[in-house]
């Protein structure tokens, strides 16, 4: 029996997506929570807490897109198509923000509050961008003859605007239980002010999508509801309630980390819903993997090297993670 090559290429972008959530979405939270703090020091210690590691953890965008290049052409054109602008917006974000990371720390005193304004500003358009190109996803694209046949606003929607709301809101959480693990006294008292609501506006809107997505979607709702299915999904919405349990528990007994650890599960759970409502089809609502894929020729050459470069990364990723490790204090910092 041979290699289903299109499911292997997808296993490896859902990965590469997943890793890029959790890694580069606690550094973009932050990012957004730099709004809500505003004495310098401590503005300084969010900051240092991903310096070491945030340049590295956007390597798993660039491998996510360059796979859905090389291994679902199809995809990768319709999907760039119809949502340039979104997509535009947030690469232009996430270079702005990059640019304002590296500036804020070796600006003049007058200088600093306008590169803290542009690093809190990338961040949260380039988050909103990314929820909305969850939510356009979900609408799905109309195709004909293999070309995009909608138009360039077909995913200015209210239900893709919510989504990328709800992605905020999202990393913002991940972000102020990431500070919960990494820091002390003061700020970290702060985090877990914040973190309780935070996590039940997540929650509510949760709810919102949960009920909004099948009653506008029926071959979502079908997927969802019809027996067998709605006995081996329960357990996504069961994890969810019991994640953010633990979570709520955690920060009312000041845990340093099962916030952080349960908000990732909660990411988990809500992009396996994604994956649920969605599968197989890569160009909702229904262009499967097989049929966007590219040859078995290129995918298989390509998965060579994948398989050589995706344990370097991970090795790479996990080493500088030990190794920036602890607790950041005042004062201290990586630069």
């Known amino acids: 029996m041979g290699i ?5 290429w997808f296993i490896i972008i859902v990965f590469a997506t997943l890793m890029y959530i959790v890694m580069d979405g606690f550094d973009l939270g932050i990012g957004m929570l730099l709004a809500l703090i505003k004495d310098p020091e401590e503005r300084d210690m969010m900051v240092n807490t991903v310096a070491p590691v945030w340049d590295g953890n956007e390597t798993w965008m660039v491998l996510g897109g360059a796979a859905l290049f090389g291994a679902f052409p199809l995809a990768y054109a319709v999907i760039i198509d119809a949502l340039t602008i979104p997509l535009t917006l947030m690469l232009v974000a996430l270079i702005f923000r990059g640019v304002a990371f590296e500036f804020r720390s070796q600006a003049t005193l007058s200088h600093r509050p306008f590169w803290n304004k542009s690093f809190i500003l990338g961040s949260l358009i380039s988050t909103f961008c990314q929820g909305v190109v969850v939510g356009a996803f979900i609408n799905g694209f109309p195709v004909v003859d293999r070309t995009f046949a909608g138009s360039a606003f077909d995913w200015l929607t209210p239900f893709s605007l919510f989504c990328g709301v709800g992605l905020v809101i999202a990393y913002s959480l991940l972000g102020c239980t990431w500070l919960i693990m990494k820091t002390e006294r003061r700020l970290q008292q702060h985090m877990y002010q914040i973190a309780k609501p935070l996590l039940l506006t997540l929650l509510l809107i949760i709810v919102i999508i949960s009920i909004w997505t099948p009653l506008s979607y029926p071959a979502i709702a079908q997927r969802w509801f019809s027996l067998p299915n709605l006995i081996y999904f329960l357990p996504v919405p069961i994890l969810v309630l019991l994640s953010a349990g633990i979570i ?4 009312k007994r ?6 952080f650890v349960m908000t990732l599960m909660l990411m988990f759970l809500g992009f396996s819903g ?15 993997i097989w049929a966007a894929s590219a040859p078995p020729q290129s995918q298989g050459f390509m998965l060579v090297g994948a398989l050589l470069i995706i344990p370097v990364i991970l090795t790479y990723t996990a080493w500088s993670y030990y190794v920036f490790r602890g607790k950041v204090t005042p004062g201290q910092g990586y630069h």
């Open 4 to 8: 289903d090559l299109p499911l292997m």
């Open 274 to 288: 994604l994956g649920i409502s969605i599968w197989p089809n890569i160009i909702p609502p229904n262009i499967d």
């Open 248 to 251: 709520l528990r955690g920060i």
């Open 254 to 259: 000041g845990s340093h980390y099962s916030p």
